[in-house]
């Protein structure tokens, strides 16, 4: 399929799927049990358990300061749990360094975005694409055959990436020149490039007008069926979250409240009380 | 006198094709590893023979300072710029590597050839060697292995330096390097003195021996092997190295430090690996330039050359040059070593004008062309016909200002490069505030996003064309 990637526009979502084969997707489930984190006196997470599925679309909510970045960031690695397990296809994620973490099948977006402001679009997307690749000093200095033909793959995989994200067209922009709603798109194929078999986004819906939001909307689901990824979003968007998210975790002061389907959750008192408050 | 000359240079050059052809069978890319390295030799014969013969002694003495300070630069470019870890004890491995090289010649001429002189190759030498020595035999030979071994254990230290960077970061880290090159300096400071016989040598320990390289007094016996052949080969690998290294997998993952040290890790680099490996490249690069430092005639390797005073002077360039840019790191070493010496002769600086005033008329001229910016969405992304014009005016209004600068001083009898720091501190600070990312911000000369003001402007133009 190598030639889709030179027919530059007429590509579809299945074609660039086809190229960035063997990009992950592999249908393994994150599990989550009892996971504990404090900070001090302030627990920031308690009892915090989870079991996304293979090619799933959950959502992550609860009110400002509930602990869900929190949660995103004790699954990469970035705190180390007090306690608890994360698996990922049956293996421990505990103790491993975010790096490991997002080579074990685990990507994310941030929730203030995160780009590699500098640098060109093109090789934010080339840059994530660099660890499922061999890299050596050697290869650099010797520019020797398989160096290059394996940056040639990682250009052709970053190309056909930005076109599923409609971002080709400004492959050579630096990253912190897009408007706010291509980072976070380029933030999301980014994440994408590394071949994760989860992806978690941190809002990706924040800042953006209704029309973007309608496009992500479509964007996040098709990269679910075309890609095969589970998805875990935290979302403050309630449209977003109740149209697209299969089932719906609740956290609140730490505290995973509720768990279910969109129906169910809305329909949940506590739920309504931990957002709305008692009467 | 051609026949010999030819005979001497076919072996080094079927060595130069042989080692490809061995590493080509590796890694299948025989062409690749040979270019560099011809294209380094062809460089430096270039400019031995063609320098020397055009040129004065003191001038080419210039040029090769130019050449070491590109080096040291660019080096400085791979930690500062590419890794993003601001390291200000960078001459620390400079000391390091010409200390070690310096120690090697200097104690392996006795042990070879029996005395220190140097015994000097045809491309050895700055003021030129002997019509027809030999090439990289002899001397020479020694001169190339000492400079490999003192930037390895540069290298060596690079990485003791790069490992507690893996905890510390910005400032904490700018501490420890600092104190890494003054701990050099007062090491280097409590050496013996230097071995001046063979019976000396003799009579010392042999452990001793190497490490004999003068303390307080400076390290000035070092056969003086340095010329421009050596040191603009270093400078053709330096850059073609990095030049790679910044278009590689290993070197966006770099880039990517520098940006965002907490994204890079989750989108899987192994930080801590690329900042050491950053620290060691680094590192080597500038112990080769230490080692050519050192044996350049007219220098007398002293531990102040691991002082933060040459740390800064490093730092300056890539500053200067826009953190993370080879070519700017390259432009500005050659721009802050080579004024100073401009400052001495006010008579030709004056001349600058002639280019300067031009500039600042047509610069004018292409301002008030120029227009209004782009209003809407393309301002967002910082189209600006005017940037270009902006520019033309800047680069005309440091030319004649240097030119006018030169006038005063010549004037009222000032001699300029008694000033010359309190002029690079008056331009870093100018450049602090009106272009904080340096001459040519993370692009390269080469890059076609350098040049979108220009594109801007014209666009702009035609575009208004277009409309009337």
């Not at chain 2, 001083?409 to 331009?427: T, V």
């Given at each position: 399929m190598?030639?889709?990637?030179?027919s530059?526009?007429s590509?579809?979502?299945s074609?660039?799927a086809?190229?960035?084969?063997?990009?992950?997707?592999?249908?393994?489930?994150?599990?989550v049990r009892?996971?504990?984190?404090?900070?001090?006196?302030?627990?920031?997470?308690?009892d915090?358990?989870?079991?996304?599925?293979?090619a799933?679309?959950?959502?992550?909510?609860?009110?400002?300061?509930?602990?869900?970045?929190?949660c995103?960031?004790?699954?990469?690695?970035?705190?180390?749990?007090?306690?608890?397990?994360?698996?990922?296809?049956?293996?421990?994620?505990i103790?491993?360094?975010?790096?490991?973490i997002?080579?074990?099948?685990?990507?994310?977006?941030?929730?203030?975005?995160?780009?590699f402001?500098?640098?060109s679009?093109?090789?934010?997307?080339?840059?994530?694409?660099?660890l499922?690749?061999?890299?050596s000093?050697?290869?650099?200095?010797?520019?020797?055959?398989?160096q290059r033909?394996?940056?040639?793959a990682i250009?052709?995989?970053?190309?056909?990436l930005?076109q599923v994200?409609?971002?080709?067209?400004?492959?050579?922009?630096?990253?912190r020149n897009?408007?706010?709603?291509?980072?976070?798109?380029?933030?999301i194929?980014?994440?994408?490039?590394?071949?994760?078999?989860?992806l978690?986004?941190?809002e990706?819906?924040?800042?953006?007008?209704?029309?973007?939001?309608?496009?992500?909307?479509?964007?996040?689901?098709e990269?679910?069926?075309?890609?095969?990824?589970?998805i875990?979003?935290?979302?403050?968007?309630?449209?977003?979250?109740?149209?697209?998210?299969?089932?719906?975790?609740?956290?609140?002061?730490?505290?995973?409240?509720?768990?279910?389907?969109?129906?169910?959750?809305?329909?949940?008192?506590?739920v309504?009380?931990?957002?709305?408050?008692?009467? | 006198?051609?026949?010999?000359?030819?005979?001497?240079?076919?072996?080094?050059?079927?060595?130069?094709?042989l080692?490809p052809?061995?590493?080509?069978?590796?890694?299948?890319?025989?062409?690749?590893?040979?270019?560099?390295l011809?294209?380094?030799?062809v460089?430096?014969?270039?400019?031995?023979?063609?320098?020397?013969?055009?040129?004065?002694?003191y001038?080419?003495k210039?040029?090769?300072?130019v050449?070491?300070?590109?080096?040291?630069?660019?080096s400085?470019?791979?930690?500062?710029?590419f890794?993003?870890?601001?390291?200000?004890?960078?001459?620390?491995f400079?000391?390091?590597?010409?200390?070690?090289?310096?120690?090697?010649?200097?104690?392996?001429?006795?042990?070879?050839?029996?005395?220190?002189?140097?015994?000097?190759g045809?491309m050895?030498?700055?003021?030129?060697?002997?019509?027809?020595?030999?090439?990289?035999?002899?001397?020479?030979?020694?001169?190339?292995f000492?400079?490999?071994?003192?930037?390895l254990?540069?290298a060596?230290?690079?990485?003791?330096?790069?490992?507690p960077?893996?905890?510390?970061?910005?400032?904490?880290?700018?501490i420890v390097?600092?104190?890494?090159?003054?701990?050099?300096?007062?090491?280097?400071?409590?050496?013996?003195?230097?071995?001046?016989?063979?019976?000396?040598?003799a009579?010392?320990?042999?452990?001793?021996?190497?490490?004999?390289?003068?303390?307080?007094?400076?390290?000035g016996?070092?056969p003086?092997?340095?010329?421009l052949?050596?040191?603009?080969a270093?400078?053709?690998?330096?850059?073609?190295f990095?030049?790679?290294?910044?278009?590689?997998?290993?070197?966006?993952?770099?880039?990517?430090?520098r940006?965002d040290?907490?994204?890079?890790?989750a989108?899987?680099?192994?930080?801590?690996?690329?900042?050491?490996?950053g620290?060691?490249?680094?590192?080597?690069?500038?112990?080769?330039?230490?080692?050519?430092?050192?044996?350049t005639?007219?220098?007398?390797l002293s531990?102040?050359?691991a002082?933060?005073?040459?740390?800064?002077?490093?730092?300056?360039?890539?500053?200067?040059?826009?953190?993370g840019?080879?070519?700017?790191?390259?432009?500005?070493?050659?721009i802050?070593?080579y004024?100073?010496?401009?400052?001495r002769?006010?008579?030709?600086?004056?001349k600058?004008?002639?280019v300067?005033?031009?500039m600042?008329?047509?610069?004018?001229?292409?301002?008030?062309?120029?227009?209004?910016?782009d209003?809407?969405?393309?301002k967002k992304?910082?189209?600006?016909?005017?940037?270009?014009?902006?520019?033309?005016?800047?680069?005309?209004?440091?030319?004649?200002?240097?030119?006018?600068?030169?006038?005063?001083?010549?004037?009222?009898?000032?001699?300029?490069?008694d000033y010359r720091?309190?002029?690079?501190?008056?331009?870093?600070?100018?450049m602090?505030?009106?272009?904080?990312?340096?001459?040519?911000?993370?692009?390269?000369?080469?890059?076609?996003?350098?040049?979108?003001?220009?594109r801007?402007?014209?666009?702009?133009?035609?575009?208004?064309?277009?409309?009337?």
């Amino acid at each position: 399929m190598t030639s889709t990637v030179s027919s530059a526009i007429s590509m579809t979502m299945s074609d660039a799927a086809e190229v960035l084969k063997g990009s992950g997707a592999a249908g393994e489930s994150l599990e989550v049990r009892g996971v504990f984190k404090s900070f001090g006196g302030l627990k920031a997470v308690q009892d915090f358990r989870l079991s996304l599925p293979p090619a799933a679309l959950y959502g992550l909510i609860g009110p400002n300061g509930a602990g869900k970045t929190t949660c995103f960031n004790l699954l990469t690695g970035v705190y180390r749990p007090d306690q608890g397990e994360i698996t990922l296809g049956g293996k421990s994620l505990i103790g491993l360094r975010p790096s490991e973490i997002a080579f074990t099948g685990l990507a994310r977006t941030f929730q203030n975005i995160r780009l590699f402001g500098e640098l060109s679009v093109f090789e934010n997307v080339k840059l994530a694409c660099h660890l499922r690749t061999t890299h050596s000093l050697a290869g650099v200095i010797l520019r020797s055959g398989w160096q290059r033909a394996e940056e040639a793959a990682i250009r052709e995989r970053a190309r056909a990436l930005l076109q599923v994200f409609n971002l080709h067209d400004r492959m050579d922009e630096s990253a912190r020149n897009l408007p706010y709603g291509d980072q976070r798109r380029l933030e999301i194929a980014r994440a994408l490039a590394t071949g994760p078999k989860v992806l978690l986004l941190d809002e990706p819906a924040a800042g953006m007008n209704p029309q973007e939001k309608k496009d992500l909307r479509k964007l996040i689901r098709e990269v679910r069926d075309v890609f095969g990824v589970s998805i875990l979003m935290i979302e403050h968007d309630m449209g977003v979250v109740m149209d697209l998210c299969e089932r719906i975790t609740v956290l609140d002061y730490g505290v995973p409240i509720a768990e279910g389907t969109p129906h169910e959750i809305q329909k949940n008192p506590k739920v309504i009380e931990a957002y709305l408050g008692k009467e | 006198m051609t026949a010999l000359v030819i005979w001497q240079f076919l072996w080094p050059f079927g060595l130069i094709i042989l080692v490809p052809v061995v590493l080509g069978a590796i890694g299948g890319s025989a062409w690749r590893v040979f270019w560099p390295l011809a294209l380094a030799l062809v460089v430096g014969v270039l400019m031995q023979h063609q320098v020397r013969t055009n040129m004065d002694a003191y001038s080419s003495k210039q040029i090769l300072d130019v050449g070491i300070a590109i080096i040291l630069a660019v080096s400085l470019t791979i930690v500062n710029g590419f890794t993003g870890q601001f390291s200000i004890g960078h001459a620390g491995f400079l000391a390091v590597g010409g200390y070690v090289a310096g120690s090697i010649t200097y104690y392996g001429s006795f042990a070879l050839f029996g005395s220190a002189g140097a015994t000097l190759g045809t491309m050895s030498g700055l003021y030129g060697a002997k019509e027809g020595a030999a090439f990289v035999t002899g001397g020479e030979g020694l001169f190339l292995f000492a400079l490999l071994a003192g930037g390895l254990i540069a290298a060596l230290l690079g990485v003791v330096v790069g490992l507690p960077s893996l905890r510390l970061r910005g400032d904490y880290l700018a501490i420890v390097t600092l104190g890494f090159g003054e701990i050099v300096r007062v090491l280097i400071q409590q050496t013996p003195q230097v071995l001046m016989s063979k019976d000396a040598i003799a009579a010392a320990k042999p452990l001793s021996v190497p490490l004999s390289v003068g303390g307080s007094l400076g390290f000035g016996n070092v056969p003086k092997y340095t010329s421009l052949f050596w040191v603009y080969a270093a400078v053709v690998l330096t850059l073609i190295f990095a030049y790679r290294l910044k278009q590689s997998s290993t070197g966006r993952a770099m880039l990517s430090i520098r940006e965002d040290e907490i994204a890079a890790e989750a989108m899987g680099v192994k930080t801590t690996y690329y900042k050491v490996w950053g620290f060691a490249i680094a590192a080597f690069f500038a112990g080769i330039a230490g080692g050519l430092y050192a044996h350049t005639i007219g220098i007398s390797l002293s531990p102040v050359d691991a002082g933060f005073q040459k740390s800064f002077d490093i730092i300056i360039m890539v500053v200067l040059g826009g953190l993370g840019s080879i070519s700017g790191a390259a432009i500005a070493a050659a721009i802050v070593t080579y004024l100073p010496e401009l400052l001495r002769t006010p008579d030709t600086l004056m001349k600058f004008a002639v280019v300067g005033v031009p500039m600042l008329v047509i610069g004018g001229a292409l301002l008030a062309m120029a227009g209004k910016p782009d209003q809407g969405p393309g301002k967002k992304r910082g189209h600006d016909p005017r940037a270009f014009p902006r520019a033309v005016i800047g680069l005309g209004v440091i030319i004649t200002g240097l030119s006018i600068l030169a006038f005063v001083a010549k004037r009222f009898g000032i001699n300029l490069s008694d000033y010359r720091l309190i002029l690079f501190a008056l331009a870093l600070i100018v450049m602090m505030i009106t272009r904080p990312q340096g001459l040519l911000g993370v692009r390269e000369l080469w890059d076609g996003a350098l040049y979108r003001p220009l594109r801007d402007f014209f666009s702009a133009r035609r575009a208004e064309g277009g409309a009337a």
